[in-house]
């Protein structure tokens, strides 16, 4: 089955403990990204990748890290979280996009985060 | 400026009734537009994408492009309490490599 998971689903943390979200895709997509989404704001962009080793900032990167090691996986580090960081959080991936294109993107199920 | 508008409602409609969404953007260039649905809790799924001007139609779903206005809507026709969800409107722009901007999201009920 076609997917995109993500590990764990359900986080609560303390400030200033690094945490790492897993982020897979069985799809050979080369285009994998990270989004927060909070109440009112929808979904902000984080970090995206469009190939193994070749990432990029989004709209709000601060206090966040990404890698991509292997084109399947695309992991989000947080290397001291803090509470503002408390968010669902959305891996998704998609093939490239060529000239006037269609980019459907997979979006994982979902991680909850919390940051006490 | 946000570069992805829309409504945040909520919009209640009655069941049967037709739902119309909107949404605005800002970057003329944009080529692609698309329609999420998205279920309290889960994740965002695709039901329409748009490249032309015009109406798109997919079912109850018809998804209508006026580039000229910057604008995008999507209506959902005989509309049911299972399309009860959040509608998020999301945009290519141009010239972007990031790929997908998002509105906030208008949340729709429909009422049995």
């Known amino acids: 089955e076609a997917q995109v998971t993500q590990n764990p689903r359900y986080l609560i943390t303390v400030t200033g403990k690094k945490l790492t979200v897993t982020c897979s895709q069985n799809?050979?997509?080369?285009?994998m990204s990270w989004y927060r989404q909070d109440p009112g704001l929808g979904l902000r962009q984080i970090y995206y990748s469009m190939n193994v080793e070749v990432t990029d900032k989004g709209d709000v990167p601060e206090g966040y890290k990404v890698s991509r090691k292997e084109k399947r996986n695309f992991p989000l580090i947080l290397e001291s979280p803090s509470p503002n960081q408390t968010s669902l959080y959305f891996c998704a991936s998609s093939f490239l996009v060529g000239a006037g294109g269609y980019n459907e993107q997979f979006f994982g199920p979902g991680t909850r985060l919390t940051v006490l | 400026q946000k570069e992805v508008e829309q409504n945040s409602g909520p919009l209640s409609v009655p069941e049967g009734a037709i739902a119309s969404l909107n949404c605005t953007y800002s970057d003329r260039g944009s080529q692609s537009f698309f329609w999420y649905r998205q279920y309290s809790g889960k994740s965002p799924e695709l039901i329409m994408s748009i490249y032309s001007n015009g109406d798109k139609e997919d079912g109850r779903f018809t998804a209508q492009l006026n580039k000229a206005s910057q604008y995008v809507s999507l209506l959902i026709r005989d509309s049911q309490p299972s399309d009860s969800a959040t509608y998020l409107c999301a945009v290519v722009p141009s010239g972007s490599a990031r790929q997908l901007t998002f509105g906030s999201g208008t949340q729709l009920t429909v009422l049995p």
């Open positions: 799809m050979n997509h080369e285009y």
